[in-house]
């Protein structure tokens, strides 16, 4: 008979890594170029329903225009306008899984 004693297996050791933070995808490169492209949008839009009782529900395909001009949503707009503001005033930083907005260094 064998009598080697088992050592109990212990479970493997993983490392638990924190996910990069996300990149910038919804800012411009500049406030004014940002803003031209949000009255792009918001051009379309409204002129894709204002114009329903003149040119007929036709003029309603320039609306999903507007979509590559906000880059997504109106929402994504205005997030990419928050990012191309704050771009090089404020930085993320994680530690420790915990992640805070503080003052880049200049």
Do not use: D, Y
């Amino acid at each position: 008979m064998n009598t080697a004693q088992h050592e109990p297996s212990s479970p493997p050791r993983t490392t638990v890594r924190s996910p990069a933070p996300p990149p910038s995808n919804f800012a411009s490169r500049s406030v004014p170029r940002h803003l031209a492209r949000g009255a792009i949008g918001l051009g379309l839009i409204v002129g894709s329903i204002a114009l329903v009782p003149v040119a007929g529900p036709a003029t309603l395909l320039a609306a999903p225009l507007a979509l590559i001009a906000f880059r997504g949503c109106p929402t994504c707009w205005m997030v990419g306008l928050a990012q191309t503001i704050s771009r090089g005033r404020w930085e993320r930083q994680c530690e420790e899984g915990v992640c805070t907005l503080a003052k880049a260094r200049p």
